[in-house]
């Protein structure tokens, strides 16, 4: 069973009337949110059985974007779906875990696994030394950053020096940021143009800062770039790729169980057929738990 959270129609940039003013959200891909996967994972009890005692007939409360397709969106009528959502709930189904999901911003996420506020993160969160150390990681996709800009402005060329003289906006505590953060400081070092990074607190404020004038580009996991309508374009290097993965806290026992319940998603076509109702790309063969960066 999935509770999904809604919040008031016009509260912030994240929700509804914001989204479609976002060639990110645009409204046929957010229509398409609404139904139900194509195919429907089962409660499998020998899963089950994996989930920690502390767990076990609790509602897993999972904290996830709202405005990034195709990874969460939220539909014209208040709904939730995309990949990373229906992930986090085919695991609970697997697990016989109720799943509440509860949009809130990247940047509070490790913070509010550390908190209890959240049993898991379902983002597009890249797998990173730093985060091994601090969260569980479950991977679920394969990702990589690029940047997106409108349609009439000029292409970025394929190396991370064109990025120098670009403002780019980022989503504040991502790795795109720390990425596109330490290019800016080889531009400075080169001399080459001082690259600005604009670091925000969602998505849907990326967007906005370049359809605003306030930024050049704005860098994203191709996935989500791939989804813009054609008042965008995709554009400059390929950087950061790397695993994403469903964060858990730390040594809580549960990544276990979640491993496995991916695993078995993979292997009954569930997960596949998520992928393919958003046409995401990126998928892998097999789940891991905390790989090796």
Known sequence: ????????????????????????????????????????????????????????????????????PPLYIRSTDGSLGGVAIEIAEGVGEKLGLDVEIIPTEFAAT???????????????????????????MVTYFDVAYRLGVLADADEVGDEMDDLCGLTISV?????????????????????????????????????????????????????????????????????AAAPAALMLKKDSGLGEAVVAAVNAMIEDGTYAAIFDKYGAVGQIAESQLNPAP
């Open 1 to 68: 069973m999935s509770l999904r959270s809604r919040r008031p129609a016009l509260a912030v940039i994240g929700t509804a009337a914001a989204i479609a003013l976002l060639a990110g959200c645009a409204a046929s891909t957010a229509d398409e949110a609404a139904p139900t996967p194509t195919a429907t994972p089962t409660v499998d009890a020998e899963l089950a059985a994996l989930v920690p005692e502390q767990f076990a007939g609790q509602t897993l409360k999972v904290g996830t974007g709202e405005n990034n």
């Open 110 to 136: 490790i913070p509010g696994l550390d908190s209890g506020q959240f049993g898991m993160i379902a983002f597009g969160a890249s797998v990173t030394a730093e985060r091994l150390e601090v969260v569980d």
């Open 171 to 239: 989503v504040a505590g991502s790795i795109q940021e720390q990425a596109v953060r330490e290019q800016a400081a080889a531009c400075d070092a080169d001399g080459l143009g001082a690259l600005t990074v604009l670091g925000l607190g969602d998505q849907a404020e990326a967007y906005l800062a370049v359809q605003s004038g306030q930024a050049d580009a704005t860098a994203n996991g191709e996935n989500s770039l791939l989804v813009l309508d054609d008042s965008w374009k995709v554009t400059g290097p390929s950087f």
